[in-house]
């Protein structure tokens, strides 16, 4: 069994910053990719920010320049700085990696249950 859980959303006014974590628990042999997703009221879940095993990383258009993802390898956690934000900001983040459970053959995809991040103007 393999958890995600993301913390550190609330309310922020605009032009603030936020840090949302995830942890990622249970029987993990290893995890390539980590990404946080986000999903606004009425629009569908896009992909704000990826991280691979190696550190490479990439941004939605809509978050370059402001947002920073990270990983602390050892803990099996990610994270998401939020910088300079904005009301269209405002949305549900999930946490999402790719995680090899221990005796399993091939990865699959987990999803956290998402930390709400308010932008207020």
């Known amino acids: 069994q393999v958890q995600l859980v993301e913390s550190g959303g609330g309310l922020v006014q605009a032009g603030g910053s936020l840090r949302l974590s995830c942890a990622a628990s249970g029987s993990i042999f290893s995890i390539n990719l980590m990404d946080w997703y986000r999903q606004a009221p009425g629009k569908q879940r896009e992909l704000a920010a990826t991280?691979?095993?190696?550190?490479?990383?990439s941004y939605a258009d809509s978050v370059k320049g402001r947002f920073t993802i990270s990983r602390d390898y050892t803990k099996n956690m990610v994270y998401l700085q939020m910088n300079s934000l904005k009301p269209e900001d405002t949305a549900v983040y999930y946490c999402s990696a790719n995680i090899q459970m221990r005796g399993s053959v091939w990865p699959a995809r987990y999803w956290g249950q998402g930390t709400l991040v308010t932008v207020s103007s």
């Open positions: 991280i691979t095993s190696d550190g490479t990383t």
